[in-house]
């Protein structure tokens, strides 16, 4: 979560339980676009005649997702809140060596629920 540790939820689903939403921010996004490279497709290509995981893509994938991950978090923090609900991932392919990743959800500020194990959904 970028160099914010601690500070920031980070969830899929659209309530935290526990938490109540007391002020939706609006979307937030995180993007990062990379290229695959020339050798990582020549790599690519000699693995997938041999079959089995593409480790260079995994890594890349990894990364790129992290880095949107860690830009969406920044972007949320700059807003005031503590919290991103219904993070997704989505990703386009930009010519034939590119990808775009996107990370988005809704920046929210939450506190806790005064009944433990309240589940509050956003609106």
């Known amino acids: 979560m ?19 939403v ?3 921010l609006g979307l937030v996004y995180g993007i990062t676009v990379r290229s695959r490279g020339v050798g990582g497709n020549v790599m690519a290509g000699l693995r997938t005649i041999m079959g089995g995981e ?3 893509y995994t890594e ?9 991950l860690d830009r969406l978090s920044d972007q949320a923090i700059s807003m ?13 392919e930009i010519g034939a060596t590119m990808d775009e990743i996107i990370a988005f959800g809704t920046a ?10 309240q ?5």
């Open 119 to 123: 589940l509050v959904k956003l609106s």
């Open 60 to 68: 890349m994938a990894h990364q790129a997702r992290q880095q949107a």
């Open 22 to 24: 007391d002020k939706v």
């Open 80 to 92: 005031g809140a503590n919290a991103v609900l219904s993070v997704m991932f989505d990703s386009t």
């Open 108 to 117: 929210v500020v939450v506190s806790p629920a005064s009944e433990p194990g």
């Open 54 to 56: 593409i480790k260079e």
């Open 2 to 20: 970028g160099g914010h540790p601690g500070k920031m939820m980070l969830l899929t689903s659209n309530y935290a339980s526990g938490y109540k």
